[in-house]
């Protein structure tokens, strides 16, 4: 099926029952279903929307294409769960059903108000020559999921900036609400502007001025900027398009920056240090993070990238959510690591240097001492041609996808590598679904997280050149 303007913008209520319980059942009996990743029923899901905690639960959104694998008419789709873990999904939905958000209720996050869930994201309209008019708005979500949109914008069209100007993340600094959102200046550069409740009000928000957190040139836009504080720190994570000083061979980079501090009256994140990458995977972007009410700073990342094809699109469905990630910083730097719930799916634990599971939904843990090399296969066949390899070679990570099953993306390689200190043990948690696998190291200070798309059967898993591995089947 070509995806023409035509059809991906299609208004909802006019897809045939049939095409939607065709493209539901492909979907559903697709090989690369996982089984302990959030992903959509059918068509694609990509950035994590208003993730956050009301009325006693998780709640998260995601940016959703229901009628294929395709980047068409967007809405919000929901989720919710007790423990990070088991998300159940309902049919709360954030629809493009006005005249400001015609074009796709695209990104945005969620803050608790009065006793209510604002839920801050940026309406996509275009007009009767396509031209863009990107709006930010708001609208209130009660404890029944019931979603009452404000009337008017909360923030127009901005003369400053084109028409990519989006993405709200609200938080709170000092018992005031802030806003930020990722632009395009009108000399096609990107920035992240910062905006402040006016009496902490979220219908009243007044521009700040553009956020300074780096010297090096952003690239042509920012998409979902994001802070949160960690061990009081603001930690930003931003994705900037089109910038060359990064040094990820992703189609666009998922970057953060760590500061020491958080001027909201200068728009500024006081002695930031270097931007970094935060993922070393082939498929990580648009990661939100969010203060839960203890103050943790939980995170959970798309993964998937804009304008890449993925072997699951003929069977409708494209695009999984990370698991939720803690971050925490040690010595400086950032580290991520899955919630401690996620010990909740081991049903069996045992160790082996070699194993073919029933099918892929394990966790492993591996050390790799410290001076030594060592070789894991994840995804392998009975002949051994096939597998996922991450090698481990001299202070180098390189995980290889190039004899993982379907090839994609090859424009940017197959490859990808981080460098470690090799002085020490090496710690490797691996978190194994049937088309993704979250890796981190050292307990979270490197991770790497990536779709891949193997042949039916290939379920080993072996490691070479270490003790044998602890692994826990889901
Ligand atoms: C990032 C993004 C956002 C936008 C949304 C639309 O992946 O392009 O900037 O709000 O996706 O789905």
Redesign the pocket.
Known sequence: MEWTRELRYKNYNEWPQEYIDDILKKAENSVWKNSFHIEPQSGLL??PNGFSYFNGKWHLFY?HFPYGAS?GL?SWSHVTSDDLINWQLDDIQVLPDTKFDSH?A??GSAYEIDGKLFLFY?G?HRDQNWTRHPYQVGALMDSNGDIKKFDQPLINPDDNYTDHF??PMIFEYEDKLYMIL?AQRKDKTGTVVLYEAIDNKIENWRKVEELKFTDLDLGYMV??PNLVFVDKKPVLLL?PQGMDKIDSKNIYPQAYVIGENFNPQTAEIVNPHDMKILDYGFDV??SQAFNAPNGMALMTS?LGL?DISYPTDELGHQGAMSLVKELTIKDGNLYQYPVKSVESLRKNTFQAEKFKFEKNAYETEIIVKALSNAEITFYGSDDNKQGLKLILENGKAILDRSKCGIQFALEYDNVRTFEYDNSKDLKINAFVDASVIEIFFNDGQYASSSRVYPEAGNTIFQVKGTAPAVLHEF
């Open positions: 990509n950035d940016q980047h967007k796709g695209y990104s940026t996509n989006r993405d990722g998409e979902c994705c972007y648009a798309w804009p």
